[in-house]
């Protein structure tokens, strides 16, 4: 009897392995090993033809167009995509080879991240391609990576193509995202605080600000045209505020002839010491800050670099001459590629360029004695209790 009852058990546990493990194959391991071959075969043959890229996610859409063999995203009315990056995904998911089956289970999709962008939470991305002929030449549900210990499997990720059921493991990476500015150059401007000699904002009801420096050696930033009785809050603000055009990053970008700024816009002129300017006209809608810049270059703005700030630039190797830069090519440069654009702006950019003067001053003198411990705690955050 208790020899049964141990069978019995056995049986049971027996049982129970057999059925965790199915699961796990069901999963993990291949229902069919098949040969590796290419998962678009003929895409190969039709790389330089395809000229629409539809990546699609659960909250976002990017369309990518091929106009006179320049790469433009549609959404941000045909401005400039990444050309390398495109084409790099292109032969990317051309060279996709299926390493194996997985599973048909719609409830395990989720687990390999294939479930489709369709489904609430998901994380995976829709892919499509058509050539210029307007036929579809691949589409791909794109989920989730392979991750393997082992050093001599090759990469991987895991996909499904659009109404089949079997997804698949497939041998080769993917970079694809359906956020906007992951397919365009999103730093636009990188020009240092070091270089700014004037920054100036005007309101629309007439309130205005405006910060300077005298030549490259003066360290901070000064507030021209305090209010009497008033006195800079601190001189922190100011120098952040020369940082504005320091790895400016944008997430959006439309065409100015589809953009009208409202009559509450601000306009700001910031000028370096090159005798570069930068004129701003920036808003807010809906809590979305957009901007529009416009160069221009006036040489006889420009203050000379002394033999100390030359000497202490380190460019130039010892006995080199560095090669002058033309500031007004560089400034046709940049208004032929960003003054017809209107940009999506941080918001910590955005509240640099809404600074009024009331933001930055408050009751004193300004010839009372700069309070540093006053500075840091104004700028340290909280820590909170554990009480």
């Not at 050093?151 to 497939?170: E, H, I, T, W």
Request: aromatic share 6%; proline share 5%; no cysteine.
């Amino acid at each position: 009897m208790i020899k049964n009852k141990k069978l019995l058990l056995l049986s049971a546990v027996t049982l129970a392995v057999i059925i965790a493990a199915s699961v796990v194959v069901n999963l993990r391991a291949p229902k069919t090993v098949i040969e590796k071959g290419l998962l678009f075969p003929v895409l190969a043959g039709q790389i330089n033809a395809i000229n629409k890229i539809q990546i699609k996610g659960h909250e976002e859409t990017v369309t990518l167009l091929k106009k006179a063999g320049q790469w433009i995203v549609e959404e941000s009315d045909g401005y400039p995509a990444l050309f390398d990056k495109v084409r790099r995904t292109v032969i990317s998911i051309s060279e996709l080879k299926v390493a194996a089956t997985r599973t048909s289970s719609p409830a395990m999709y989720p687990r390999l991240g294939v479930e489709g962008p369709e489904v609430a939470g998901s994380a995976s991305v829709l892919i499509t391609l058509e050539n210029n002929e307007g036929k579809e030449v691949a589409a791909l549900i794109v989920g989730k990576q392979r991750h393997s210990k082992s050093a001599d499997k090759n990469p991987g990720l895991y996909v499904r193509r659009p109404g089949d059921k079997p997804s698949l493991l497939v041998e080769g990476t993917l970079d694809i995202t359906a956020r906007m500015s992951d397919w365009f150059e999103n730093t636009i401007l990188d020009i240092p605080s070091s270089t700014i000699r004037e920054i100036a904002t005007r309101h629309a009801d007439g309130n205005s600000v405006r910060i300077t420096r005298d030549d490259r050696a003066q360290e901070d930033f000064r507030l021209e045209d305090i209010p009497q009785g008033q006195k800079v809050v601190t001189r922190i603000i100011l120098n952040r505020m020369g940082t504005l055009l320091e790895n400016m990053n944008v997430s959006r970008a439309r065409a100015a002839g589809n953009f009208t700024f409202p009559e509450d816009r601000q306009v700001t002129t910031v000028r370096d010491f090159n005798g570069m300017g930068v004129t701003i006209t920036s808003t807010e809608i809906d809590n979305i800050a957009y901007t529009r810049f416009h160069f221009d270059y006036d040489p006889d703005m420009a203050i000379a670099e002394s033999a100390a700030d030359v000497a202490g630039d380190g460019s130039a190797q010892d006995g080199a001459t560095a090669e002058p830069v033309d500031f007004a090519a560089q400034v046709s440069r940049l208004n032929a590629t960003l003054s017809d654009w209107v940009y999506t702006i941080p918001e910590f950019k955005y509240e640099i360029l809404a600074k009024r003067m009331e933001d930055l001053v408050k009751p004193g003198s300004p010839d009372d004695p700069v309070n540093v411990n006053e500075e840091i705690k104004l700028f340290t955050p909280e820590i909170p209790s554990d009480q």
